[in-house]
């Protein structure tokens, strides 16, 4: 899923998952061959325990 459909579901920002990604809470997702991200599941779930503080 994109990064927008990304953070819906995790609760947050497509700006706060790069944040989290650039300080390397987040491992950077695959990108396509245009250079978007391309989240999945587990990157949502780890944006929502970020978001959360856990």
């Known amino acids: 899923m994109r990064i927008g459909d990304a953070a819906a579901a995790a609760g947050t920002t497509p700006r706060a ?30 944006g929502h325990v970020q978001r959360s503080g856990v």
């Open 17 to 46: 998952l790069r944040f989290y990604e650039q300080r390397g809470l987040l491992s950077p997702p695959p990108r396509t061959a245009t250079g978007q991200r391309e989240y999945g599941q587990r990157e949502v779930s780890r």
